[in-house]
């Protein structure tokens, strides 16, 4: 059994920061990428930022800038700092990462999916 569980989501005005952070644990063998998507009512979940293992990034060009997606390995934490938020931020902000349960490298990657965190921007 494999859980994300995210944190950090919450109510913030426009131009402000919040800290998304994304533990895994349970019966983990490694993890690949790691990142965060976010999905509003009626859309489809798209990608806002991921980081692999050895820390290359991806990023969504509206957040460009003004995100940045960290990991720490030893913790199985995923981050998503978010400075000079917008309205059009508002969202609920998912994170994923693949991972294996088992050390057979022949098995695929596995997605897991955190619950949710809702975040929203004031203006």
């Known amino acids: 059994q494999v859980q994300l569980v995210e944190s950090g989501g919450g109510l913030v005005q426009a131009g402000g920061s919040l800290r998304l952070s994304c533990a895994a644990s349970?019966?983990?063998?490694?993890?690949?990428?790691m990142g965060w998507y976010r999905q509003a009512p009626g859309k489809q979940r798209e990608l806002v930022a991921l980081?692999?293992?050895?820390?290359?990034?991806i990023y969504a060009d509206s957040v460009k800038g003004r995100f940045t997606i960290s990991r720490d390995n030893a913790k199985n934490t995923v981050y998503l700092q978010m400075s000079s938020l917008k309205p059009e931020d508002t969202d609920v902000y998912f994170c994923?990462?693949?991972?294996?349960?088992?050390?057979?490298?022949?098995?695929?990657?596995?997605?897991?999916w955190g619950q949710g965190t809702q975040v929203t921007v004031s203006s």
């Open positions: 980081i692999t293992t050895g820390g290359n990034t």
């Open positions: 349970g019966s983990i063998f490694s993890i690949n990428a």
């Open positions: 994923a990462a693949d991972i294996r349960t088992t050390r057979d490298i022949g098995v695929p990657w596995n997605r897991y």
